[in-house]
Protein backbone atom coordinates (compact mmCIF):
# COMPACT_ATOMS: atom_id res chain seq x y z
CA UNK A 1 0.00 0.00 0.00
CA UNK A 2 1.38 3.56 -0.86
CA UNK A 3 2.40 5.51 1.37
CA UNK A 4 3.40 9.00 1.65
CA UNK A 5 5.29 11.05 4.35
CA UNK A 6 6.39 14.43 4.61
CA UNK A 7 9.51 15.47 7.22
CA UNK A 8 9.40 17.96 8.93
CA UNK A 9 5.73 18.16 9.84
CA UNK A 10 6.54 21.89 10.72
CA UNK A 11 9.16 24.62 10.03
CA UNK A 12 10.19 28.03 11.05
CA UNK A 13 12.83 30.18 8.97
CA UNK A 14 13.67 33.78 9.02
CA UNK A 15 12.82 35.76 6.02
CA UNK A 16 15.87 35.24 2.85
CA UNK A 17 16.80 32.18 3.50
CA UNK A 18 16.77 29.09 1.50
CA UNK A 19 14.68 25.76 2.48
CA UNK A 20 13.95 22.62 1.99
CA UNK A 21 11.14 20.83 1.95
CA UNK A 22 10.58 16.25 1.90
CA UNK A 23 8.32 14.07 0.44
CA UNK A 24 8.61 10.36 0.50
CA UNK A 25 6.59 7.71 -0.80
CA UNK A 26 6.69 3.94 -0.44
CA UNK A 27 6.11 2.41 -4.07
CA UNK A 28 7.93 4.11 -6.94
CA UNK A 29 5.09 3.02 -9.40
CA UNK A 30 3.74 6.52 -9.82
CA UNK A 31 2.39 8.68 -12.92
CA UNK A 32 3.39 11.28 -11.33
CA UNK A 33 4.26 13.73 -8.26
CA UNK A 34 2.36 17.02 -7.13
CA UNK A 35 3.42 19.75 -5.23
CA UNK A 36 0.83 21.76 -3.58
CA UNK A 37 0.24 25.00 -1.17
CA UNK A 38 -2.68 25.36 1.02
CA UNK A 39 -3.22 28.26 3.04
CA UNK A 40 -5.35 28.66 6.16
CA UNK A 41 -9.11 27.40 5.61
CA UNK A 42 -8.52 27.37 1.65
CA UNK A 43 -8.51 24.88 -1.09
CA UNK A 44 -4.98 23.67 -2.56
CA UNK A 45 -3.07 25.45 -5.13
CA UNK A 46 -1.33 23.67 -7.60
CA UNK A 47 2.72 24.72 -7.49
CA UNK A 48 4.37 22.37 -9.67
CA UNK A 49 3.80 18.65 -11.22
CA UNK A 50 6.99 16.46 -12.37
CA UNK A 51 6.04 13.45 -14.56
CA UNK A 52 7.54 10.20 -13.62
CA UNK A 53 10.07 10.51 -16.54
CA UNK A 54 11.56 13.66 -15.01
CA UNK A 55 14.09 14.65 -12.92
CA UNK A 56 12.69 18.14 -11.78
CA UNK A 57 10.52 21.22 -12.76
CA UNK A 58 10.88 24.88 -11.98
CA UNK A 59 8.72 27.88 -11.45
CA UNK A 60 10.29 30.66 -10.36
CA UNK A 61 11.90 30.34 -6.79
CA UNK A 62 10.50 26.81 -6.33
CA UNK A 63 12.16 23.87 -7.63
CA UNK A 64 10.81 20.42 -7.54
CA UNK A 65 12.75 17.32 -8.04
CA UNK A 66 11.94 13.85 -8.24
CA UNK A 67 14.08 10.51 -7.48
CA UNK A 68 11.45 7.95 -8.15
CA UNK A 69 14.16 4.80 -7.59
CA UNK A 70 14.45 5.98 -3.92
CA UNK A 71 10.82 7.47 -3.61
CA UNK A 72 12.06 10.90 -2.55
CA UNK A 73 11.00 14.44 -3.53
CA UNK A 74 12.53 17.68 -2.57
CA UNK A 75 10.59 20.99 -3.14
CA UNK A 76 13.40 23.74 -2.40
CA UNK A 77 12.05 27.17 -1.91
CA UNK A 78 14.64 30.00 -2.88
CA UNK A 79 15.02 33.33 -0.62
CA UNK A 80 11.56 32.67 1.70
CA UNK A 81 9.18 35.23 1.96
CA UNK A 82 6.63 35.61 4.67
CA UNK A 83 4.09 35.27 2.12
CA UNK A 84 5.08 31.87 1.57
CA UNK A 85 4.02 30.89 5.36
CA UNK A 86 1.48 28.20 4.26
CA UNK A 87 1.12 24.13 4.20
CA UNK A 88 2.75 22.33 1.15
CA UNK A 89 1.37 19.04 0.32
CA UNK A 90 2.65 16.87 -1.93
CA UNK A 91 1.11 14.15 -3.85
CA UNK A 92 1.48 10.75 -5.68
CA UNK A 93 -0.99 9.50 -8.94
CA UNK A 94 -0.57 5.66 -8.53
CA UNK A 95 -0.04 3.57 -11.47
CA UNK A 96 -1.14 -0.30 -9.62
CA UNK A 97 -4.89 0.71 -8.50
CA UNK A 98 -8.02 0.39 -10.92
CA UNK A 99 -9.62 4.02 -10.38
CA UNK A 100 -7.94 7.27 -10.09
CA UNK A 101 -5.80 7.34 -7.22
CA UNK A 102 -3.68 10.17 -5.72
CA UNK A 103 -2.30 9.94 -2.50
CA UNK A 104 -1.29 12.77 0.09
CA UNK A 105 1.20 13.73 2.42
CA UNK A 106 -0.16 14.95 5.74
CA UNK A 107 2.05 18.30 4.95
CA UNK A 108 4.71 20.48 5.92
CA UNK A 109 3.28 23.82 7.93
CA UNK A 110 5.72 26.78 7.10
CA UNK A 111 6.19 29.81 8.70
CA UNK A 112 8.24 32.38 7.13
CA UNK A 113 9.48 34.94 9.98
CA UNK A 114 10.08 38.46 9.16
CA UNK B 1 -6.77 31.49 -15.61
CA UNK B 2 -8.11 27.86 -13.88
CA UNK B 3 -11.76 28.56 -12.38
CA UNK B 4 -13.00 25.73 -9.70
CA UNK B 5 -16.21 27.56 -7.65
CA UNK B 6 -17.77 25.82 -5.27
CA UNK B 7 -20.64 28.09 -4.20
CA UNK B 8 -20.65 27.27 -0.48
CA UNK B 9 -17.45 28.57 1.73
CA UNK B 10 -18.78 27.62 4.92
CA UNK B 11 -23.06 26.06 6.03
CA UNK B 12 -24.10 24.67 9.19
CA UNK B 13 -26.50 22.27 9.03
CA UNK B 14 -28.70 20.09 12.09
CA UNK B 15 -28.38 16.28 11.94
CA UNK B 16 -30.80 14.36 8.88
CA UNK B 17 -31.26 17.09 6.77
CA UNK B 18 -29.96 16.95 3.18
CA UNK B 19 -26.85 19.05 2.17
CA UNK B 20 -25.55 19.85 -1.76
CA UNK B 21 -22.09 21.20 -1.93
CA UNK B 22 -22.13 22.46 -5.83
CA UNK B 23 -18.46 22.41 -7.71
CA UNK B 24 -18.66 24.52 -11.21
CA UNK B 25 -15.50 24.74 -13.69
CA UNK B 26 -14.80 26.79 -16.14
CA UNK B 27 -12.04 24.53 -17.91
CA UNK B 28 -13.83 22.48 -20.10
CA UNK B 29 -12.08 19.07 -17.76
CA UNK B 30 -13.80 15.99 -18.32
CA UNK B 31 -12.61 14.63 -14.64
CA UNK B 32 -14.31 16.09 -11.48
CA UNK B 33 -13.36 15.04 -7.74
CA UNK B 34 -14.89 15.22 -4.38
CA UNK B 35 -12.30 14.75 -1.39
CA UNK B 36 -12.70 15.83 2.21
CA UNK B 37 -9.95 17.02 4.24
CA UNK B 38 -9.91 15.98 8.40
CA UNK B 39 -7.24 16.89 10.77
CA UNK B 40 -4.79 13.56 10.86
CA UNK B 41 -6.70 11.90 7.98
CA UNK B 42 -5.73 14.10 5.33
CA UNK B 43 -7.54 13.89 1.90
CA UNK B 44 -9.68 11.30 1.24
CA UNK B 45 -11.60 10.81 -2.19
CA UNK B 46 -15.17 10.70 -1.73
CA UNK B 47 -16.17 10.58 -5.61
CA UNK B 48 -15.25 10.92 -8.87
CA UNK B 49 -16.13 11.37 -12.27
CA UNK B 50 -14.58 11.07 -15.61
CA UNK B 51 -17.51 12.42 -17.63
CA UNK B 52 -20.93 14.08 -17.91
CA UNK B 53 -23.35 11.11 -15.94
CA UNK B 54 -20.56 8.97 -15.05
CA UNK B 55 -19.33 8.40 -11.21
CA UNK B 56 -17.25 6.22 -9.40
CA UNK B 57 -16.65 5.35 -5.53
CA UNK B 58 -13.41 6.34 -4.03
CA UNK B 59 -12.26 5.66 -0.87
CA UNK B 60 -14.90 6.61 1.30
CA UNK B 61 -18.46 6.75 -0.51
CA UNK B 62 -20.47 5.52 2.51
CA UNK B 63 -23.32 8.41 3.46
CA UNK B 64 -22.63 10.20 -0.12
CA UNK B 65 -23.78 10.66 -3.12
CA UNK B 66 -23.44 12.49 -6.30
CA UNK B 67 -24.59 14.04 -9.41
CA UNK B 68 -23.15 15.15 -12.75
CA UNK B 69 -26.03 16.02 -15.08
CA UNK B 70 -23.47 18.38 -16.93
CA UNK B 71 -19.94 18.83 -17.84
CA UNK B 72 -19.09 21.73 -15.42
CA UNK B 73 -20.95 20.84 -12.52
CA UNK B 74 -20.21 17.83 -10.14
CA UNK B 75 -22.74 18.41 -6.90
CA UNK B 76 -21.69 16.33 -4.17
CA UNK B 77 -24.86 15.16 -1.83
CA UNK B 78 -25.31 14.36 2.11
CA UNK B 79 -28.68 12.25 2.15
CA UNK B 80 -29.06 12.65 5.57
CA UNK B 81 -26.41 14.65 7.32
CA UNK B 82 -24.68 13.12 10.41
CA UNK B 83 -21.72 14.77 13.04
CA UNK B 84 -18.90 12.48 11.61
CA UNK B 85 -19.34 14.43 8.07
CA UNK B 86 -18.42 17.99 9.59
CA UNK B 87 -15.53 18.19 7.01
CA UNK B 88 -13.97 20.84 4.88
CA UNK B 89 -15.15 19.37 1.71
CA UNK B 90 -13.01 19.89 -1.56
CA UNK B 91 -13.96 19.84 -5.37
CA UNK B 92 -10.81 19.39 -8.01
CA UNK B 93 -10.85 18.77 -11.70
CA UNK B 94 -8.15 17.16 -14.20
CA UNK B 95 -8.34 17.12 -18.09
CA UNK B 96 -9.50 13.89 -18.77
CA UNK B 97 -7.43 14.00 -22.05
CA UNK B 98 -4.36 13.66 -19.53
CA UNK B 99 -6.00 11.11 -17.29
CA UNK B 100 -2.43 10.00 -16.32
CA UNK B 101 -0.10 12.92 -16.33
CA UNK B 102 -2.62 16.10 -15.70
CA UNK B 103 -2.68 18.53 -13.12
CA UNK B 104 -5.17 18.67 -10.48
CA UNK B 105 -6.70 22.17 -9.91
CA UNK B 106 -8.85 22.62 -6.67
CA UNK B 107 -11.80 24.94 -5.76
CA UNK B 108 -11.57 27.08 -2.57
CA UNK B 109 -13.17 24.68 -0.09
CA UNK B 110 -16.75 24.30 1.50
CA UNK B 111 -16.56 24.00 5.53
CA UNK B 112 -19.57 22.08 6.80
CA UNK B 113 -20.39 21.84 10.14
CA UNK B 114 -23.41 19.68 11.46
CA UNK B 115 -24.84 20.21 14.55
Known amino acids: KQEVTQIPAALSVPEGENLVLNCSFTDSAIYNLQWFRQDPGKGLTSLLLIQSSQREQTSGRLNASLDKSSGRSTLYIAASQPGDSATYLC?????????????FGPGTSLSVIP | DVKVTQSSRYLVKRTGEKVFLECVQD?????MFWYRQDPGLGLRLIYF???????EKGDIPEGYSVSREKKERFSLILESASTNQTSMYLC??????????????FGEGSRLTVL
Open chain 1, 91 to 103: AVREMKTSYDKVI
Open chain 2, 92 to 105: ATRDGRARRAGVLF
Open chain 2, 49 to 55: SYDVKMK
Open chain 2, 27 to 31: MDHEN
